[in-house]
Antibody
């Protein structure tokens, strides 16, 4: 059974940092594009970052460039996003997802990040 | 950035009726268009990928069509569990983007 389990969310102060993790199981993690997608409270969906199978290609949406970094460890079947200089507008549920929009699409249940003083 | 515009914003229908949701792209996205359903407190669920292919386990009352810039999701006969938010998504160019969503509510 495919599983994506996010962790690391929580309350953080503005300008603070946080690292989210996603533990993958039930499929060949090293063969999959992976992404982080977020959803602010009561709002729509936003693709934050995506990474290719071996980590050699990474893309970040402009609103997080220079502040967020996506990475992966295929030996640990894990996806990460390091978030720094956090702002109130980064408050959202962050989903780990495989192959967004493709036949292999699969999403975790999400982890909530709240940026507030 | 490719902008996806969904219409209508809200669709009010009764069970058994046909729902037609639209998604228009600001430039051609070929057929790299997906549709998602989302219910409160849940992750999005893929319904359709590559414009017209139903995802695994999706009932055949859901169908997608279109290519280029104009796409449609049709739910042929609404079931009570279909009332939710629907989003379209493109993966042609980065940043991959979602439409703003259509809320399908019970009339």
């Amino acid at each position: 059974e495919v599983q994506l389990v996010e962790s690391g969310g929580g309350l953080v102060q503005p300008a603070g940092s946080l690292r989210l993790s996603c533990a993958a199981s039930g499929f060949t993690f090293s063969s999959s594009w992976m992404s982080w997608v977020r959803q602010a409270p009561g709002k729509g969906l936003e693709c934050v970052a995506t990474i290719n199978q071996d980590g050699s290609e990474k893309y970040h949406v402009d609103s997080v460039k220079g502040r967020f970094t996506i990475s992966r460890d295929n030996a640990k079947n894990s996806l990460y996003v390091q978030m720094s200089s956090l702002r109130a507008e980064d408050t959202a549920v962050y989903y780990c997802a495989r192959g967004v929009g493709t036949m292999g699409d699969y999403w975790g249940q999400g982890t909530l990040v709240t940026v507030s003083s | 950035e490719i902008v996806l515009t969904q219409s209508p914003a809200t669709l009010s229908l009764s069970p058994g009726e046909r729902a037609t949701l639209s998604c228009r792209a600001s430039q051609s996205i070929r057929s790299y268009l997906a549709w998602y359903q989302q219910k409160p407190g849940q992750a999005p669920r893929l319904l359709i990928y590559d414009a017209s292919n139903r995802a695994t386990g999706i009932p055949d009352r859901f169908s997608g069509s279109g290519s280029g810039t104009d796409f449609t999701l049709i739910i042929s006969s609404l079931e009570p569990e279909d009332f939710a938010f629907y989003y379209c998504h493109q993966r042609t160019n980065w940043p991959h983007t979602f439409g703003q969503g259509t809320r399908l509510e019970i009339k």
